[in-house]
């Protein structure tokens, strides 16, 4: 079973980048996709990026194409996202999941 930790998270103005991790215990990191996901107040959570086990095969979600990039070391069981170009409506907090296993989430601010 994997245990899941989010850290990076904060207050940023627009136009602002933020790295958001997530570091893993247990065993089986590098055997599963791995998906971050957001949830802003009153909305359903919705997923932002998935990268695969090897790091090879990624999907983002349209809304942040372009602008996010997901990334991942198995050898420190770690995944990353890299938030460039924040907006407003960036504004939520952040989980990642993997095996069906979600971390506590960290938020995310843009705001000026």
């Known amino acids: 079973q994997l245990h899941l930790v989010e850290s990076g998270g904060g207050l940023v103005q627009p136009g602002g980048s933020l790295r958001l991790t997530c570091t893993a215990s247990?065993?089986?990191?590098?055997?599963?996709?791995v998906s971050w996901w957001r949830q802003a107040p009153g909305k359903a959570r919705e997923v932002v990026a998935w990268?695969?086990?090897?790091?090879?095969?990624?999907t983002y979600a349209q809304s942040v194409k372009g602008r996010f990039s997901i990334d991942r070391d198995n050898a420190k069981n770690t995944a990353y996202l890299d938030m460039n170009n924040l907006k407003p409506e960036d504004t939520a907090v952040y989980y990642c999941?993997?095996?069906?296993?979600w971390g506590q989430g960290t938020q995310v601010t843009v705001s000026s």
């Open positions: 999941k993997m095996n069906d296993e």
């Open positions: 247990g065993f089986g990191f590098a055997r599963h996709g």
């Open positions: 990268l695969n086990d090897s790091g090879i095969s990624v």
